[in-house]
């Protein structure tokens, strides 16, 4: 016996497909929107990760800067203490030069040479004064020469003088002052001061 199908089953068929692709179409949409979901909130937290650093990098730049600042000022104010501290040395340098100065100008004059007159403008010195004769004015010029604090003694002029119904004669010269550093001119005055003492 032979049998019929008078059901449409292609018709149902294809229903079938439609309604599969239908779930499948519902399907990617759904897990497309959750992989759009999970990316969008994957990237807001690396953002907003990137932010934070961001914003900290640039708070320990400003907090850097004014650190820079303060650095500055301070090398500034160390600068300054050092421009004071070294004038300070200088001054003390130089009240110690000016002993050791006119010890050495004494220690210097011969016999019969006196002194009127001791100008200084910076390392030239001017002496002027009276002595018995020409030859002792020439010995004060060696032993000025020989000197350990001053070099350079040159003679200006030299002429005959009267003084209380002597005759003298009467001179100008300038010698150089040579450079004194503090440490050896105090451990050298503290040498004549000894010598003085014997």
């Excluded at 019929?4 to 599969?20: M, T, V």
């Excluded at 239908?22 to 990137?50: K, R």
């Excluded at 914003?55 to 004071?84: G, P, V, W, Y």
Aim: proline residues 2%; without cysteine; glycine residues 4%.
């Amino acid at each position: 016996m032979i049998r019929i199908n008078l059901l449409p089953h292609r018709q149902i068929k294809r229903a079938e497909r439609k309604r599969q692709l239908g779930l499948m179409a519902v399907a990617t949409i759904v897990l497309g929107a959750a992989l759009v979901f999970m990316g969008h909130g994957v990237i807001s937290n690396q953002l907003a990760a990137q932010q934070n650093r961001n914003q900290r990098l640039q708070d320990a730049t400003a907090k850097l800067d004014k650190e820079i600042e303060e650095i500055k000022s301070l090398k500034e104010e160390i600068k300054n203490m050092l421009d004071r501290k070294q004038v300070v040395e200088n001054l003390q340098g130089n009240r110690s030069q000016a002993v050791i100065l006119l010890d050495e100008i004494t220690r210097q004059l011969p016999e019969s040479v006196y002194l009127s007159s001791i100008k200084q403008a910076g390392n030239t010195i001017t002496l002027q004064g009276f002595a018995d004769s020409n030859h002792r004015v020439a010995m004060l010029v060696r032993n000025l020469s020989a000197s350990k604090w001053l070099e350079l003694p040159a003679l200006i002029e030299i002429h005959s003088a009267i003084v209380n119904n002597q005759k003298l004669s009467n001179f100008t010269l300038t010698v150089k002052q040579k450079n004194i550093v503090n440490e050896s001119a105090s451990g050298d005055a503290g040498k004549v001061v000894s010598k003085d003492k014997k």
